[in-house]
Every structure is written in C-alpha cells, then in structure tokens.
C-alpha cells in the first residue's frame, strides 16, 4: 500500500524524536498526545494516536466546542423538548434497559 504521507523526524542525543507537523496534524495530535509505536516482523514501524477516552476525540471535541460557542452566540435557540418529543421517545425505549458502562461488542456503524 502506497504511503499517503512521507515525512522525515531526527533523532536526538536523547533518543526523541519531533513528530512533523504534517504528520501530527494527519493524526489530530497537539501537545501532550500520545502515540502508541507498532513494529512488524520485518522491522517496519508504524504509529497511531493513542486515543485514552472518548474525551480526547478530535471530531467529538470539535463538535462539542462548536456547540458550546453557538449557545453562547443564540441562547435563544436552546429550547426544552416538546411534549410530543418526550412522549415518543418513552413510547419508543418503554422496556429497555441501557447500560452506558457496557462496553460495544462487534462493528459499529456511524
């Protein structure tokens, strides 16, 4: 599989390498992210962002961001669910039961 990125890091006295921008920005990574390093049988080392919980998720922590700002921008627009909404989610969730502490087994379309 051809690489989509290919960019070059220098080692340090120490051992440390800076992760390129690019490449950090590929990832979603910002200071203090971690990366987890993988090495194959033929030497061949790839890395991915280490994502420790769903809190850290650029995509959801973008969003929710976003959405702080718009309600601070349009209070006006933050409004009670009507009636008729609440009804029909009790009516549609009336005998289940939900863990959110469960964790998700098998694929898990979005």
């Known amino acids: ?25 590929a ?10 390093f993988y090495v194959d049988e033929n030497r061949h080392v790839s ?5 420790e919980d769903d809190d850290d998720d650029p995509v959801i922590g973008g969003f ?3 959405l702080a700002e718009d ?20 009516e549609l969730t009336r005998g289940m039961h939900v863990d959110l502490d469960d964790p998700i087994v098998g694929d898990v379309n979005i």
């Open 1 to 25: 599989m051809p690489a989509l990125l290919k960019k070059v890091g220098t080692i340090t006295e120490k051992g440390q390498v800076t992760i390129p921008k690019p490449v950090r920005d």
């Open 71 to 90: 309600m601070k921008k349009h209070p006006e627009h933050v409004q009670e669910f009507p009636n008729a909404l609440i009804e029909r989610m009790v």
């Open 64 to 66: 929710l961001a976003f």
């Open 47 to 51: 890395l991915e962002r280490e994502i």
């Open 27 to 36: 990832l979603g990574l910002e200071y203090g992210g971690r990366v987890a």
